[in-house]
């Protein structure tokens, strides 16, 4: 899968009918909206989400879908501080039958069948691997390993119930609220899989840097490693 068939997507416009909201806990909120008929993507792909209902000064941000696109809605999930940006204020906004914009799903985060995956997901980075993991489990030509690593300080794991109900001999499901238990564990993967694994890493700016660093430190490719950057947090 080539870099422009990845982006290619962006230019696919849809209005997308928003149905609710729900909160999730604390400051976490989860948005459904209609999915559009014929609407393809790969799991863990995002789209870039546009207030259209009012005027504000910066309209748009990329979200990750955490629904697979075999699935009833289009689902995003975020945090919302109390103090929160103008564009997040808009969402908490919409009430049902009103609209968004979304360019996409693209992006190259999606899982290659092909090798053993390790999801690492920090906090709300979690919504991408929700994706692939739904899409994996009804999958039946899946036949490599897929191991996820949640970390969350607070133990505010989203999709939590969801992620306990995936029964399948391939998947397992980590978490974790403290640092050193990732890296431990994932000092454990490095040492078994090295180089025979694609490393998928999501969540705020420093959490992926600190992932990434720390990969490369053991060795492993950057050709290795994909990541989506949560930028904001
Ligand atoms: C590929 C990709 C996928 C992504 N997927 C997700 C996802 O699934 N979920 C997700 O949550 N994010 C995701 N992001 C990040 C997302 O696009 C936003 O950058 C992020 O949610 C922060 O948005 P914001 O509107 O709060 O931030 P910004 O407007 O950038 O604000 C940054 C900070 O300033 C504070 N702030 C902003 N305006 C005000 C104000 N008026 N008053 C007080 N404080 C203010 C906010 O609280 C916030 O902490 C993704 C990013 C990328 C690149």
Redesign the pocket.
């Known amino acids: 899968m080539g870099f422009i068939k990845d982006i290619a997507p962006i230019f696919k416009k849809s209005e997308i009918t928003f149905l609710k909201c729900n909160q999730e806990g604390n400051q976490l909120y989860t948005f459904l909206f209609e999915k559009p008929v014929n609407l393809d993507y790969k799991a863990g792909q995002?789209g870039v989400f546009t207030i259209i209902h009012k005027k504000i000064k910066?309209p748009s941000?990329?979200?990750?879908v955490?629904t697979a696109a075999f699935e009833e809605h289009v689902k995003?999930?975020?945090?919302i501080?109390e103090?929160?940006?103008?564009?997040?204020q808009a969402l908490l906004q919409l009430k049902p039958g009103m609209k968004i914009q979304m360019r996409g799903p693209f992006?190259p985060?999606y899982l290659n069948e092909e090798k053993p995956a390790v999801l690492i997901a920090g906090g709300?980075g979690i919504?991408?691997f929700r994706a692939m993991m739904k899409a994996a489990e009804n999958n039946p030509s899946i036949n490599q390993p897929i191991t996820l690593y949640y970390l969350d300080s607070r133990e505010n794991y989203l999709y939590k119930e969801e992620l306990d109900e995936i029964k399948h001999p391939l998947i397992t499901v980590n978490y974790m609220s403290k640092k050193d238990s990732l890296y431990d564990k994932l000092d454990e993967y490095i040492t078994k899989q090295k180089n025979d694994s694609i490393y998928y890493v999501a969540g705020p700016q420093k959490m992926v840097k600190s992932v990434q660093n720390h990969l490369k430190a053991n060795n492993i490719s950057k050709s290795n490693i994909k990541k989506?950057?949560?930028?904001?947090?």
């Open positions: 995002h910066k941000r990329p979200f990750s955490a995003i999930s975020m945090e501080p103090k929160c940006s103008e564009f997040k992006g985060l709300i919504t991408p989506d950057i949560f930028f904001g947090y």
